[in-house]
């Protein structure tokens, strides 16, 4: 088992930053991939915001590349993704996942934290 704990959501205006943190413990040497997905309202699928191995390559999409950093402290077993340039498209429950793919979520989940953009 993999337990995942996400940390640093809250409110904060266009064009503001926030940095997330996931926490993770349990068996985590059997998920290499640490992602960050996210939920908006109304929606009823997550999508995927970044991702990173344990050699630390990184995948991003659309939305975030080139405004969101995903890194990763495998000392600490915890991943972070910086977001910088906050929109309030990026309106969302982000949740943290463990996996096997860089662009397919595997079947552990935190449990998120909620960002909210405010124009």
Known sequence: QVQLVESGGGLVQAGG?????CAASGTTLKVDVRAWYRQAPGKQRRELVA???????TAYTD???GRFTISRDNAKNTVYLQMNSLKPED????????????????TYWGQGTQVTVSS
């Open 63 to 65: 939305s975030a590349e």
């Open 51 to 57: 991702s990173i191995t344990s050699s630390l390559n």
């Open 17 to 21: 930053s926030l940095r997330l943190s």
């Open 91 to 106: 309106t969302a429950v982000y949740y943290c996942n463990a996996a096997n793919s860089l662009w397919r979520p595997g």
